[in-house]
Every structure is written in C-alpha cells, then in structure tokens.
C-alpha cells in the first residue's frame, strides 16, 4: 500500500461486470476455448453460460457489441493476476543514482566515487552527478564546471543525458551508459 500524507491509498482493483450486472442488451460472446459464439441477447449469453455452469464475464464493454466471454470467473481472475505478476518481472528499473562531489575534492576521494561511478554505468544505472557549492565557492563556477566535466572523461564512452548545468548553488549532470 503506498502512503499519501497520513492515509494509506488501497491500490486500485479492476472490476468486471459478471452475469446479470452486464447491461448491455446484445454481446458478442466468446467461448472457454476462445471460439466465436456470435452475436446474442443478453438472456440467451446467461442462459448458454447456466448450462455449461460458468459465468458470463464482460471483457470488453466499449467494443460494439460489447465483448462477452464465457468462462469461470475464479479462474478468469487467477489468470489476469499471473499475468501482472509475469509482466512485473519483465521489467527492470533503472534506478538513479547520486553521487556527491565538493569542489576541493582530494585526488584518492575524486578516483574513489569515479569507480564507484563506474560500477553504477556498467550495472546499468543512470548516474545524477551533484556538486555543491558552498558559502564563497559559488563565484568559482569555472572550476565546479572543469571539475564535472573531468568526473565524465574519466567515466569513459557514456552518454550525457542532462549537461552539467547549475541549479541553484548545485552544478548537475545526469549520465548514461551508451548503448
């Protein structure tokens, strides 16, 4: 469940209309097996879904006629759920990381986070590059600039998705691995 504020948000649920709550007077009705019934009435689709004791389940309604199908609704929804799950797993996150920079950094410290900058292009993870500038560092813009753009070189053959660029007292990059 995430959390907004101070309330928990119940995740949306997708909810299908089933046997007598469909309200739609003719469907186009399909079997278990994915075979065309045709189009039917209302009474006739709930009817030939009694007698083969499954429910009439609306799968599409803004179609014209709206789509019917027969099936057992449990089962109909044990499927949809696998479905997510399998189409979850197929997706990776690319997340973000961040990496801090100050602009006296030391030589061991700057050849540190490279290779830690490193290691996060090559797991396939965007990297967003801050340097901070603080009280009287702001005047040296130039070296914060040279400093980034020095970090990126070392990187090797990536991609710039945002140039550095200051926001504020903070000089950003965003980097890419080049595919």
Known sequence: MKK????????KRKFYFINFRIEAPTLRIIDSQG??????SKQEALIKAQQ????LVLI???ANPPVAKIIDFKKFLYQEKKKAQISKKGVKKS??????????ICPADFERLVNKGIGFI????QL????LLKGREIIKKDMAFSLLTKYISKLGQVNISKQPRQ????????ISKKK
């Not at 907004?4 to 119940?10: D, E, I, K, M, V």
């Not at 075979?35 to 039917?40: D, R, S, T, V």
């Not at 997340?95 to 006296?104: M, Q, R, V």
């Not at 967003?128 to 340097?131: G, V």
């Open 35 to 40: 075979k065309q019934l045709g189009i039917l």
């Open 167 to 174: 926001e504020g007292r903070v000089v950003r990059a965003v």
């Open 122 to 125: 090559k797991a396939g993870n």
């Open 95 to 104: 997340a973000t990381k961040d990496i801090s920079l100050s602009l006296f």
């Open 128 to 131: 967003r590059l801050n340097l």
């Open 60 to 62: 599409a309604p803004r």
């Open 4 to 11: 907004s504020g101070r309330f928990f948000q119940r995740p």
């Open 52 to 55: 083969l004791d499954e429910d």
